[in-house]
């Protein structure tokens, strides 16, 4: 078995930052890419950042310039740094974890999900 767990969450002012961690644990040959997802109230998941195992890293228009995504020391935990929180940045964020695991497949794997919440 894979498991994400997120943390880090929770409520900030306008303004603010806040620091989400994730860690993946358990039968992981190895890892392609860690990434973070978001999703509001009565919108579609979508694509915060991620990081490949390279290095390589992508970005939301909408958080460029705002939001940082960084590996850990251990190769399966991901961060991500966010400054200059807005309102529309409020939702649930979700790890995502593309591996290839013990058993030779290549899943995605996800977390269950930490809430970030921005007053104006």
């Known amino acids: 078995q894979v498991h994400v767990v997120e943390s880090g969450g929770g409520l900030v002012q306008a303004g603010g930052s806040l620091r989400l961690s994730c860690a993946a644990s358990?039968?992981?040959?190895?890892?392609?890419?860690m990434g973070w997802y978001r999703q509001a109230p009565g919108k579609q998941r979508e694509l915060v950042a991620v990081i490949t195992s390279g290095g390589r890293t992508n970005y939301a228009e909408s958080v460029k310039g705002r939001f940082t995504v960084s590996r850990g020391n251990a190769k399966n935990t991901v961060y991500l740094q966010m400054n200059g929180l807005k309102a529309e940045d409020t939702a649930v964020y979700h790890c995502?974890?593309?591996?290839?695991?013990?058993?030779?497949?290549?899943?995605?794997?996800w977390g269950q999900g930490t809430q970030v919440t921005v007053s104006s």
């Open positions: 358990g039968s992981i040959l190895s890892i392609n890419a």
């Open positions: 995502n974890l593309d591996c290839v695991t013990h058993w030779g497949t290549r899943d995605d794997y």
